[in-house]
């Protein structure tokens, strides 16, 4: 798979035809099932997130090799440029017990590839 813009969204947009329309055997056009156009839009996620992860990656690694430090703030904004964070409202219903973070405070939630199912604070998956 490409990294240059221009051939991911010839790749999208193959990934569609090929899952969202079809040819009959007599050349008709139609159109699949909704689950068809469901895993072809899961498809088109995974694609865009594992591009994601490739810009962020090159990124972090162009800091070093630019003899630079990427501190946490650079991350984290590297990070939620990529869509690999995202920032929501803190509810420590649904986050966690927060020492530090009040009801509707930032808060940074994985996402794309990174995303986890939710865990109190402190708590990493193994």
């Known amino acids: ?3 240059d813009p221009k051939s991911l ?11 969202a329309s079809g040819y009959t055997t007599d050349k008709a056009f139609c159109f699949h ?13 995974a694609l865009q997130s ?3 992860l490739i810009a962020f990656a ?12 990427a501190d946490g703030a650079d991350i984290q904004a590297l990070a939620l440029a990529h869509g690999l964070l995202v920032k929501e409202p ?5 986050h966690g017990p927060s020492m530090e973070a009040e009801p ?6 994985l996402a794309g590839p990174l995303a986890l199912p939710l865990q109190p604070e402190g708590e990493r998956n193994a």
């Open 90 to 94: 803190y509810d420590p219903e649904r």
């Open 58 to 69: 090159r990124e972090i690694i162009g800091y070093a090799f630019d003899g630079m430090d």
């Open 50 to 52: 594992r591009e994601g």
């Open 33 to 45: 099932s909704p689950a068809d156009i469901k895993a072809a839009a899961a498809e088109i996620a």
């Open 9 to 19: 969204a010839a790749e999208i947009e193959a990934v569609l035809m090929r899952r």
């Open 104 to 109: 509707g405070d930032d808060w940074y939630t």
């Open 1 to 3: 798979m490409s990294t």
